[in-house]
């Protein structure tokens, strides 16, 4: 009988995955909107074509941020990608063009030239013939940063304008907030027009008659509740104005939302705007030299 062999066979080294695992990230601010080249829809296209005749590219995901300036990397979008490339699903984003990954020269960046690379991932701009793969990529060295500096330089400019424009409307009596206060609703033809909404103007109208006769504000707040009236976030929630759970509270009256209503300048036929501006991204408050009465 023949001996068999005493040697373990070697168990094969597994291959190394031939895919490259895709990421596609699209972004589309306010701004663009109004581009047609720049719809979620084009930038797809542009994606997928590119994609087209590239079969070891396996796309992972899609991720995007529709609405959300590129000066920030605050996206829900952006955010979970970055998760995905540190859990090691992804090795190479894709992108319509460097202006889409962002707006920020420095934080862009960072991202291509450092982030990216400590994470092994390939990053393509499609558009801007840009690949951090191609050692001979014209559109690397000083003119990455260039850019980054012009495309910054543009959202600096469209953000000034947005705002001209805001303040101007203001100016003329337009409304331009994202939801009407409570006791109004906005005109169907025209979202900048305020009109009487007749099913919470009564409210205002009690509230404040209360207010004149000298009734506490604790007092009217447990009026409101005790009548069973639907606290202004519950209530614009059946008409559609908010739909974040993190908008709609308790559905109790709360002595501030009474307050707020006294106090507030619209029910007494003054539109006050410009009471908060940004900073830095960040909403503050603002200063008596920037309100604008109408």
Avoid at 225 to 236: D, L, R, T, W
């Amino acid at each position: 009988m023949a001996r068999k062999s005493r040697k373990q066979t070697a168990a094969p080294m597994p291959a190394p995955s031939l895919y490259v695992h895709v990421a596609l990230y699209i972004r589309l601010s306010v701004e663009d909107n109004k581009k047609r080249g720049c719809s979620v829809e084009n930038q797809k296209l542009v994606l997928n074509d590119f994609l087209s005749n590239k079969p070891d590219f396996v796309v992972y995901d899609t991720y995007i941020d529709n609405g959300a300036t590129g000066t920030n990397f605050h996206r829900p979008g952006f955010q979970q990608m970055l998760s995905d490339i540190e859990a090691g699903h992804i090795n190479c984003v894709i992108v319509k063009d460097l202006s889409r990954l962002g707006r920020n020269s420095i934080d862009t960046g960072y991202y291509i030239e450092q982030y990216f690379h400590a994470h092994n991932v390939r990053f393509i701009a499609v558009t801007d013939q840009f690949d951090t793969a191609d050692s001979g990529n014209l559109h690397g060295g000083i003119m990455l940063p260039l850019k980054n500096m012009i495309n910054e330089a543009y959202a600096l400019d469209i953000g000034r304008k947005i705002k001209a424009q805001a303040r101007q409307a203001m100016k003329d009596g337009d409304y331009i907030g994202a939801r009407a206060p409570y006791g109004y609703r906005k005109d169907p033809d025209n979202c900048h027009k305020l009109l009487i909404d007749e099913n919470t103007a009564p409210v205002v109208k009690q509230i404040f008659e209360w207010a004149h006769e000298h009734v506490s504000l604790n007092r009217i707040v447990r009026n409101l509740n005790e009548m069973g009236i639907p606290a202004p976030s519950h209530y614009k929630k059946t008409t559609g104005e908010i739909t974040s759970p993190g908008l709609i509270g308790s559905g109790k009256w709360q002595t501030r939302t009474v307050m707020k209503i006294l106090e507030s300048e619209v029910y007494t036929g003054d539109l006050v705007q410009g009471k908060t501006k940004i900073v830095d991204h960040q909403q503050v408050k603002a200063g008596e030299d920037n309100l604008i009465i109408a």
